[in-house]
């Protein structure tokens, strides 16, 4: 027999167990089994759906951190330079932020509020703050 574990709340199955052994997780309540035994299509990861009795493709996860030394690969080297010694207090301030900081959340408000005062202060264009936004996405989901 060959079933998949799916935790109830998310619909996503956990992981797999072939009816011997120790359960991969202790069952209880948030749990569902699913006798997949004659479906080799449904594989751990995949999302279930219970009205239908079928798996789907699971759910894509968009990625948003990035490091530091990734948001710096994107800028061009005058970029940096004029964000860097800047004199403006909101561009410093900003600045030294991100420069402490050990991962950068594409998704946290002080990121948009840093590349719309990039904007704002004629640092980059709004065509460009984009382009630099888009860049780092692709890299967090590389």
């Known amino acids: 027999m060959r079933q998949l574990q799916i935790k109830s709340g998310t619909g996503i199955a956990q992981s797999e167990w072939s009816g011997s052994g120790g359960m991969p997780v202790p069952p209880d309540s948030s749990w569902t089994f699913v006798d997949v035994s004659d479906r080799p299509d ?13 798996f789907g493709p699971a759910p894509v996860v968009v990625k948003t951190i990035v ?3 990734q948001v710096v690969s994107v800028l061009t080297a005058a970029e940096w330079q004029i964000a860097t010694t800047s004199t403006d207090a ?3 301030w900003g600045m030294a932020q991100f420069q402490l900081a050990q991962r950068v959340d594409l998704a946290d408000p002080q990121f948009a509020t840093l590349m719309t005062g990039l904007v704002s ?6 065509a460009r703050a984009a382009e630099i936004q888009s860049d780092l996405m692709a890299l967090a989901n590389a």
Not at 42 to 54: C, I, S
Not at 121 to 126: D, E, L, P, S, Y
């Open 42 to 54: 449904a594989q751990v990861g995949m999302t279930y759906d219970a009205a239908t009795d079928t």
């Open 67 to 69: 490091t530091p030394a």
């Open 90 to 92: 909101d561009v410093v």
């Open 121 to 126: 202060k004629g640092i980059v264009t709004a």
